[in-house]
C-alpha cells in the first residue's frame, strides 16, 4: 500500500466510491498488508478510537481494544467492515427474541477474527466484542454513515440482555477504565 493511511484515508480506502462493497474490497485489501497498516498508522499504543475520517456519509477509524477489553452488545444502524491489522477480536453476534418483551437478545453466532481478517457488518447487526490477548488490538472499522452522530442507536444490558438507548458516556468510560488497568499493568 505505501500511502499514509492516517494522512489521506479518503484515498486508501476509496471513500468516494462509498458503495459498502467498494470500501469491503479496500478494507480487505488493506489489511491483507497489515505491515503496511503498522507503518502508516504505528503500533497502537493506547486503547481508543483513533478517527481518520468523519463525515456524514462514511466513517473511518482504527480502533485499539485494550487486552481481555470488552464491549457489551450494542447495534450501528448503518452497515459497517472490521478489518484486522494486528490482535485479535472476538465477535459475538445477537438477535432479538421476538416477541420478548424489553428488546431481549440471545446470542446468535460468533466469529473470531485474526489478522488481515475482514468482515462486513450488515445495519441491522447486533454484536458484542472482547480483545481475548494480553496485548493492544488494532482494527480498521468503516461505517456508512456519522457513526458518532446517529441517534437512535441500542446496547443491551450485559447481565439481563435487555435494550436500552446506546450511551456514549458509558462506553468511554469503558475505554477509560480499559486504559487505567493497562496503563497500572492490570
Ligand atoms: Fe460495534
Excluded: C
Excluded at 481481555?68 to 445477537?94: C, K, Q, V
Excluded at 420478548?100 to 446470542?107: C, D, L, N, Q
Excluded at 435487555?162 to 493497562?182: G, H, S
Amino acid at each position: 500500500m505505501g500511502l499514509a493511511l492516517k494522512e489521506r484515508p479518503d484515498v486508501v480506502l476509496g471513500y468516494h466510491l462509498v458503495p459498502a462493497a467498494a470500501s469491503a474490497l479496500l478494507v480487505a485489501r488493506a489489511v491483507g498488508a497489515p505491515g503496511d497498516v503498522l507503518a502508516g498508522l504505528g503500533t497502537p499504543q493506547r486503547a481508543g478510537l483513533d478517527v481518520l475520517l468523519r463525515s456524514p456519509a462514511l466513517t473511518i477509524f482504527a480502533a485499539h481494544w485494550a487486552p481481555r477489553m470488552s464491549l457489551p452488545a450494542h447495534d450501528h444502524r448503518m452497515w459497517a467492515l472490521i478489518g484486522i491489522y494486528t490482535g485479535r477480536e472476538d465477535n459475538i453476534f445477537w438477535r432479538r427474541i421476538k416477541d420478548e418483551a424489553g428488546g431481549r437478545i440471545e446470542a446468535a453466532g460468533a466469529k473470531a477474527l485474526a489478522v488481515k481478517d475482514a468482515v462486513p457488518l450488515g445495519k441491522d447487526i447486533i454484536h458484542s466484542v472482547t480483545n481475548p490477548i494480553p496485548r493492544l488490538s488494532g482494527a480498521i472499522h468503516v461505517y456508512g454513515g456519522d457513526f458518532f452522530a446517529t441517534a437512535g442507536r441500542s446496547e443491551w444490558d450485559p447481565e439481563t440482555l435487555r435494550e436500552r438507548p446506546f450511551d456514549l458516556e458509558a462506553a468511554r468510560a469503558t475505554f477509560r477504565e480499559a486504559i487505567a488497568r493497562f496503563e497500572s499493568g492490570g
